[in-house]
RNA sequence: GCGCCAUUAGCUCAAUUGGCAGAGUACUUGACUCUUAAUCAAGGUGUUGAAGGUUCGAUUCCUUCAUGGCGCACCA
């Protein structure tokens, strides 16, 4: 990037220039007894119009407003909380420093200290008796009332995309109370959170391509996770009941409005329980945050009203295609019989790359019929094997595996299963996994030895649960991208 | 990776059929003692994303590239 060189900058570093010229310290080192803008408009909200108070406070925060009328002028001092006006009058602070003032720029920080008044016309306002310049700023901010529109500078300058537009910020609030609520939700359950590796030397827990990193001291290659799974697993065959991580997982490929490369995940695992329990504990858990944040369960998302109200539906994987196809996807149907696949994607007009692997397509499917009729919450449940190496089959039929996804506003939101905790079945799985990979399969997983060896010990049967962050986070502040729930999304080099 | 669309002043946006690149805001100066998109007056503001081509003349048409958005693909 280079350097802008653009009039109104060099204008204002001039003015630099000649503060430090007049021995005035452009970046003071602090501020003392600052209050916060909400308390100071919760406070004196009760004062009647011109009336005045007798008590002094201390404010501070970025001038985003001016308007000099003569002898007297208002302004606009943001904090992180919200803004409060300031009123400066010529006799009140002197001509030199009301000369100061309006010499001053929107976008500077400002400290001042003051009586409180309501103004005529109702604005609590901070009569200004000593003000001081707390930090410069070079750049001019967007224009006050469009403000900021353009998307690739909100992204790649967030903090002026922050600076411009209040909701953004409340998307992260409401980020971060979903996480510590859900932190909460999950400690009081006594499930322990844990970190596990985000470099990992064997890949696992996901079918996706990682991203390739380089140990120099050990001269190894070193992979960023794609999922904590088989870590956590580890810990629940090391005796730890109930645990979860919430935390960052990487996946190196195609960038949308749904994903980011690096995301954030929950995954949850619990023993002696199975995937019908943690559809119990998923739906809780995101009912309790709607009801915490909004206090009701009814949300918009892209113009959908969204019910919450438990229960949810819960349907069978080949019950949906069945229903939304009228093609019958009973046990007859055999799909690992490409031909078969492939003769139900011909006849149902859905485009497939003839290399593309059976249950893919069937996948693709499933994308195309029945994914787009699916606002409502429902729970997908049983899913087919081949999509699942991790997940342990139904007693009754070994195709089906216990397995659910977790589809609100037509996007997943949550995956999970009845753990596999056969040694020698997960073996023979990630056998077929490694096979798959040598074929060419790049998402396909690679043979993970120690976990094996974990397994053999005896893992407890187990639940396991997975929830996009993001996408909850999209869902419950009615963002229609991922890059708007997550501050800084990946973009190319300016 | 593919397709469509966009890129003009710091920001938000105009510019007729290819004919002098324009407004608001911000900025500078002046007036103004309760404004809040303050108001009024005056003033400067540009590599039209980059490079090339067609043309007497290109913001406008063509090619390539860059970045972004959306969709698809990849992927949960």
Redesign the pocket.
Same mark, same amino acid.
């Given at each position: 990037m280079t350097e802008?060189v653009?009039?109104?900058?060099l204008?204002?570093k001039d003015?630099l220039k000649e503060l430090y010229d007049k021995g005035i310290n452009p970046f003071p080192h602090k501020f003392k007894g600052k209050c916060k803008s909400v308390d100071i408009n919760e406070e004196f909200k009760s004062l009647n119009?011109?009336e005045?108070v007798d008590k002094k406070v201390s404010f501070a925060g970025r001038m985003i407003?001016?308007?000099? *009328?003569?002898?007297?002028?208002?302004?606009?001092l943001k904090d992180g909380w919200g803004k409060v006006?300031i009123?400066v009058?010529?006799?009140d602070i002197g001509e030199e420093n009301y000369l100061f003032y309006?010499?001053m720029?929107?976008g500077d920080f400002v400290g001042v200290e003051g009586k409180v008044?309501?103004?005529?016309?109702?604005?609590i306002?901070i009569?200004v008796e000593k003000m001081i310049l707390l930090s410069k700023s070079l750049?001019?901010?967007?224009?006050?009332?469009?403000?900021?529109?353009?998307?690739?500078?909100?992204?790649?300058q967030r903090y002026v995309d922050l600076i *411009?537009n209040d909701k953004v910020k409340e998307i992260f609030i409401i980020r971060s109370r979903i996480i510590k609520i859900i932190r909460q939700f999950l400690d009081k359950k006594e499930f322990l959170e844990v970190e596990t590796p985000m470099m990992q030397s064997i890949v696992g827990g996901?079918?996706?391509?990682p991203f390739i990193t380089h140990h120099n001291a050990l001269s190894m290659d070193l992979f960023l996770r794609?999922a904590p799974e088989l870590y956590l697993k580890r810990l629940i065959v090391g005796g730890i009941e109930r645990v979860y991580e919430l935390n960052k997982n990487f996946?190196n490929?195609?960038?949308?409005?749904?994903?980011n490369p690096e995301?954030t995940?929950l995954e949850i695992y619990q023993s002696y329980s199975d995937y019908n329990e943690m559809m119990e504990i998923c739906e809780e858990m995101i009912v309790g945050i709607s009801k915490e944040i909004f206090g009701k369960l009814e949300i918009e998302y892209k113009g959908n009203k969204i019910d919450l109200t438990p229960p949810w539906k819960r349907k069978g994987f080949f019950e949906l295609l069945q229903e939304n196809t009228g093609i019958d996807f009973s046990e007859k149907t055999d799909i690992a019989d490409k031909s078969q696949i492939m003769q139900i994607a011909d006849k149902l007009k859905v485009?497939?790359?003839t290399n593309?692997k059976s249950h893919?397509i069937l996948?693709?499917i499933?994308?195309?019929f029945v994914v787009p009729k699916l606002v409502q919450p429902v729970f997908i449940t049983d899913?087919p094997k081949c999509?699942s190496p991790l997940a342990k089959s139904k007693e009754n039929n070994p195709e089906i595996v216990e397995r659910f996804?977790l589809f609100i506003g037509n996007f997943?939101l949550?995956?999970a299963y009845s753990e596999l905790n056969d040694p020698v079945e997960q073996r023979k799985r990630m056998t077929e996994q490694m096979k798959a990979k040598q074929k060419g399969?790049?998402?396909a997983q690679m043979l993970d030895e120690d976990y094996i060896r974990a397994l053999e010990y005896g893992m407890p049967p187990c639940g396991g649960l997975?929830i996009?962050i993001d996408?909850l986070v999209m869902l419950l502040t009615g963002s229609?991208?991922i890059?708007e729930v997550i501050l800084f999304?990946? *973009?190319?080099?300016?």
């Open positions: 802008d653009n009039l109104l900058i204008q204002r003015k119009n011109g005045e407003s001016r308007r000099v *009328m003569g002898k007297v002028s208002f302004s606009h006006q009123y009058g010529k006799n309006k010499k720029d929107i008044f309501k103004t005529r016309t109702g604005e306002s009569h750049r001019i901010l967007p224009e006050k009332w469009h403000g900021l529109k353009d998307t690739e500078i909100r992204y790649r *411009m996901a079918a996706a391509q794609v996946r490929e195609g960038i949308s409005t749904r994903h995301f995940m485009k497939y790359d593309t893919k996948d693709h499933f994308d195309t899913y999509l996804e997943e949550a995956n399969d790049q998402e997975g996009g996408r229609n991208s890059r999304p990946q *973009m190319k080099k300016e």
